[in-house]
């Protein structure tokens, strides 16, 4: 007896809807013989399963991206199969053997259904713009899988064997088939494509193989932290399975917070005035091979450089009495350095590893900014100075490159860009329009000819950011043209050779008006592409650029005085004695941020509250201001310790 064969790939078994299930189903489809255009007396049994076969398969189904099914076989009667042609032989299916194996041109396919009275079998065709195997019928669709192995490898149980014969063929090399995957993901595919199911190896067996891969984890860790595509990434002696294991540890306990499981204060005194400014010295990479290291420098009213070592919460070094107070400090981890200026603008170079000073520079008044820049060029230092100029200074000698008019007469204010390619310079409430510098014009400046810039269309000027993951995208707050409303506005940058020279070309991306009932924002910082961040008396208030609020918290009781925002998280200090912590949920677009836990201080009795917070990769620092005119650090180093029972990842 003939009969009809139905092949249902994996792909059309997740296609199958309600009423295509039934007992017959674990085991793919079969339909009932007589369905070929049967004429014997079996008939009316061809019929129904016609009907079945009508009702269970609609007329159009959704292409995928593997074999469809396909009746293949010939009517009843006893009637012989042709034998399919060998792909590459050149010869063609016989129609009417077409016909019965299900496969027709794509015109016929149109009109067929059960909408048009024609046979079920003949709605089931290969899905000829298949992204996987594309070919133009079911039998040159086969050739890719049956070929890339090489030969037949003792295939005795696919169904229908022996009725379709193929051309023997030597195998395809996977370095051929798949030219990017790396050694590893090749030995481990030819493990498991292969046809004989006693030779596959199991799943678990993939993944014991794979988990013990450098690449796996490798993979793993591109994907969720970028920060580590960065070619300045240092790995150390760990492996990327340590790295990641440790690195999902340390979020985990930064996102619970519970005191002295997760995270270990310490508070630390030294300097005998109040604290100006801190900032890291140490790079703020993750890295958990023993050489992870925390420092901060400070500078203080009591004229004194300081560097501290934040997981033992001891001071490393201190300068000697300067001749005037500290008011700022800047630092260049990857050179080790930290950088200073006094109230008087005396710019001072400091060694991070001893406290050596290296060279010195002296403005003619003091300085209202300064900024670190890692120029692809060479580090160099932005300088802004009362009387309205801006100097570029080179790193670490402090020679001056360049002295640029910018507002005059009035204090200035800085801020690079992330990959330091501009620098956007303020004044606060001011009819002068703010002014974006093209950064190389400032250290290659040609005598006589002034540094490319541009003069933003905007005045009463506040606050300002740019959007970290892109690299010309600044947002600024403003007044409108009446003045009455506060406006942010998003600008793209770019320069554009023109006859004249360089031109910096100036396009706005968005705007909105702030809320009227909102008070104006002191605080001003942008996270990703499209989130900007705004602290407004007790209140962090979240928005996109194009004025969607994401999200408002009150979770402190007096005024924000800082704030520091990095891939991960938000941290906010307030005169109530506590930083808050918020971690970024990157799951959602655009990212939410989510209210943890509060990191208290020491006792109102001796403390006003913290003035500053900074943090790195593995810890976070804020400045506590005491009521007797003195400042102490306060630091929380989080633990990591692989294995243990209450951290659950």
């Known amino acids: 007896m003939g009969g009809s064969v139905c092949v249902l790939s994996c792909t059309d078994w997740g296609d199958r809807g309600p009423q295509e299930s039934g007992p017959a189903a674990a085991g793919g489809w079969h339909p009932q013989p007589g369905l070929a255009g049967d004429q014997s007396p079996a008939g009316d049994r061809g019929?129904?399963?016609?009907?079945?076969?009508?009702g269970r398969v609609p007329a159009r189904r959704r292409l995928c991206a593997g074999l469809r099914v396909h009746a293949v076989g010939s009517g009843r009667g006893g009637a012989s199969r042709p034998e399919a042609p060998g792909p590459g032989t050149g010869q063609e299916?016989?129609?009417?053997?077409?016909?019965g194996c299900g496969i027709l041109p794509r015109q016929q396919h149109r009109a067929s259904g059960p909408e048009t009275g024609q046979p079920a079998h003949q709605c089931?065709?290969?899905?000829?713009?298949?992204?996987?195997?594309?070919?133009?019928?079911?039998?040159?669709?086969?050739?890719?899988?049956?070929?890339?192995?090489g030969g037949h490898q003792e295939i005795t149980e696919l169904p229908d064997y022996n009725k379709i014969s193929f051309k023997e063929q030597a195998p395809v090399p996977l370095e051929e088939v798949l030219p990017d995957a790396s050694p590893?993901?090749?030995?481990?595919?030819?493990?498991?494509?292969l046809y004989p199911p006693r030779q596959r190896i199991s799943a678990s067996q993939v993944w014991n193989e794979v988990s013990g891969t450098k690449e796996l984890w490798r993979q793993l860790c591109l994907r969720r932290w970028s920060s580590c595509k960065t070619s300045q990434m240092t790995l150390g002696t760990q492996t990327?399975?340590?790295?990641?294991?440790?690195?999902?540890?340390?979020?985990?306990?930064?996102?619970?917070?519970?005191?002295?499981?997760d995270f270990i204060c310490k508070a630390i005194a030294g300097h005998t005035g109040e604290i100006d400014e801190l900032a890291y010295i140490s790079t703020k990479e993750c890295r958990f091979d023993g050489q992870e290291k925390s420092m901060v420098c400070t500078v203080s009213s009591d004229s004194t450089v300081r560097a501290w070592d934040v997981q033992e919460g001891t001071e490393i070094w201190s300068s000697p009495l300067q001749p005037a107070a500290l008011v700022n400090v800047v630092?260049?981890?990857?050179?080790?350095?930290?950088?200073?200026?006094d109230e008087r603008g005396l710019i001072k170079v400091w060694g991070a590893e001893n406290g050596w000073e290296q060279a010195s520079f002296r403005l003619p008044t003091f300085s209202s900014a300064l900024q670190a820049c890692e120029h692809p060029e060479g580090p160099f230092l932005l300088v802004a100075c009362a009387e309205g100029f801006l100097y570029a200074l080179t790193v670490p000698q402090l020679q001056l490159r360049s002295r640029t008019r910018v507002f005059p007469s009035s204090p200035t204010s800085l801020l690079c860009s992330p990959d330091c390619q501009w620098v956007f310079a303020s004044t606060q409430n001011s009819d002068l329009g703010p002014k974006v510098f093209h950064t190389r014009s400032l250290l290659c400046l040609v005598e006589g000819e002034p540094p490319v810039s541009t003069t933003l269309p905007?005045?009463?000027?506040?606050r300002a950011c740019w959007a970290p993951d892109e690299t010309a995208r600044l947002m600024v707050t403003h007044r409108n043209d009446n003045g009455m409303q506060l406006v942010i506005t998003t600008y793209e940058l770019r320069t554009k050779q023109s006859r004249e020279g360089v031109d910096v070309v100036v396009q706005q991306m968005a705007s909105f008006l702030l809320p009227s009932s909102m008070i104006p924002p002191h605080l001003m910082k942008g996270h990703g592409s499209q989130v900007i961040l705004l602290v407004s008396g007790s209140e962090l208030a979240l928005f996109t650029i194009h004025g969607v609020q994401l999200a408002a918290f009150q979770d402190h009781q007096r005024p924000i005085t800082s704030m520091w925002v990095d891939q991960s998280r938000v941290i906010t200090a307030s005169f109530d004695l506590s930083l808050r912590v918020y971690v970024w949920n990157k799951e959602t677009k655009p990212p939410v941020l989510k209210s943890c836990y509060h990191l208290l201080g020491g006792s109102h009795r001796w403390a006003s509250g913290f003035t500053h917070v900074e943090g790195d990769s593995m810890s976070i620092v804020g400045v506590e201001a005491r009521n007797i005119g003195t400042s102490i650090l306060r630091s929380y180093?989080?633990?990591?310790?692989?294995?243990?029972?209450?951290?659950?990842?």
């Open 47 to 54: 019929q129904s399963a016609r009907g079945a076969v009508e």
């Open 93 to 99: 299916l016989p129609a009417d053997a077409a016909q």
């Open 124 to 149: 089931l065709r290969p899905a000829q713009d298949s992204r996987l195997w594309p070919g133009p019928g079911l039998l040159p669709r086969w050739q890719p899988p049956l070929h890339t192995p």
């Open 184 to 193: 590893q993901a090749l030995d481990l595919l030819g493990l498991f494509l």
């Open 240 to 261: 990327w399975k340590e790295y990641y294991l440790c690195r999902s540890e340390l979020e985990f306990r930064m996102e619970c917070g519970r005191p002295e499981k």
């Open 331 to 341: 630092t260049f981890p990857r050179l080790q350095l930290a950088i200073t200026v």
């Open 458 to 462: 905007i005045w009463l000027t506040s």
């Open 637 to 649: 180093c989080f633990k990591v310790q692989r294995g243990s029972d209450d951290c659950i990842n």
